[in-house]
């Protein structure tokens, strides 16, 4: 059974950080495509970064300032979040399992997590 556990959410001021942590089980993430995604009240979920052996891929809103990395011991992804802005308000997911389509696209994962809350204040 699949399990992904995200944690390290919060609230900052704008300009500040956060490191969200996904931990998993049932999966080794280091052999599989794994994504973080995002959704604010009254949006769409969508995909903010992903993982996989071939590279790592940003959404442009976040390319420059979030970073993903993994703990291959601890079986866990990360997502670094830096120069944080109020349009970063979100609930943050861990998906894995891709399973085909584009990446930043809800329906292309199979597993997620409960989510997270990042606020972001001005």
């Known amino acids: 059974q699949v399990q992904l556990l995200e944690s390290g959410g919060g609230s900052v001021q704008a300009g500040g950080s956060l490191r969200l942590s996904c931990a998993a089980s049932?999966?080794?993430?280091?052999?599989?495509?794994l994504a973080w995604f995002r959704q604010a009240p009254g949006k769409e979920r969508e995909g903010v970064a992903s993982?996989?052996?071939?590279?790592?891929y940003y959404a442009d809103s976040v390319a420059g300032r979030f970073i993903v990395s993994q703990d291959n011991v601890k079986n866990t992804l990360y997502l670094h979040m830096n120069s944080l802005k109020p349009e970063d308000t979100a609930m943050y997911y861990c998906?894995?399992?891709?399973?085909?389509?584009?990446?930043?696209?809800?329906?292309?994962?199979?597993?997620w997590g409960q989510g997270t809350q990042v606020t972001v204040s001005s």
């Open positions: 998906a894995a399992w891709y399973r085909g389509g584009s990446w930043d696209v809800q329906s292309s994962f199979t597993y």
């Open positions: 049932g999966i080794t993430i280091s052999r599989r495509w």
């Open positions: 993982f996989n052996t071939g590279g790592t």
